[in-house]
Nanobody, 126 residues
Framework: QVQLVESGGGLVQAGGSLRLSCAAS????????MGWFRQAPGKEREFVAG????????YYADFVKGRFTISRDNAKNTVYLQMNSLKPEDTAVYAC???????????????????WGQGTQVTVSS
């Protein structure tokens, strides 16, 4: 059972930046594709960004392209989400997730992920 723990959320003004971290409990982390999702009140969970096992391939939702960057450090069992130029509509709970198997392939759908963190709140004020 892989445990994922997010950190780095908080309150920031529009135009500001935050970096989220997601630490995994298992060294098998390096074989997993990872993703960041978010869920705003009253809305469904949506894909934000994904990264393959090596970090050599990334993919972003259109609404964060050019603003957010996903990366990973397999030596630290950690995946990151650097968020710049934040907007009030980015306000949500952000959660990381791990997909077991086919680590070279980035997943964009919630059912394709096997392990989830509890999430961290990001609030962007206008």
């Amino acid at each position: 059972q892989v445990q994922l723990v997010e950190s780095g959320g908080g309150l920031v003004q529009a135009g500001g930046s935050l970096r989220l971290s997601c630490a995994a409990s298992e060294r098998t982390f390096s074989s997993y594709a990872m993703g960041w999702f978010r869920q705003a009140p009253g809305k469904e969970r949506e894909f934000v960004a994904g990264i393959n096992w090596s970090g050599g391939s990334t993919y972003y939702a259109d609404f964060v392209k050019g603003r957010f960057t996903i990366s990973r450090d397999n030596a630290k069992n950690t995946v990151y989400l650097q968020m710049n130029s934040l907007k009030p509509e980015d306000t949500a709970v952000y959660a990381c997730a791990a997909a077991v198997g086919r680590g070279w392939q980035i997943r964009t759908n919630v059912p394709e992920y096997h392990y989830w963190g509890q999430g961290t709140q990001v609030t962007v004020s206008s």
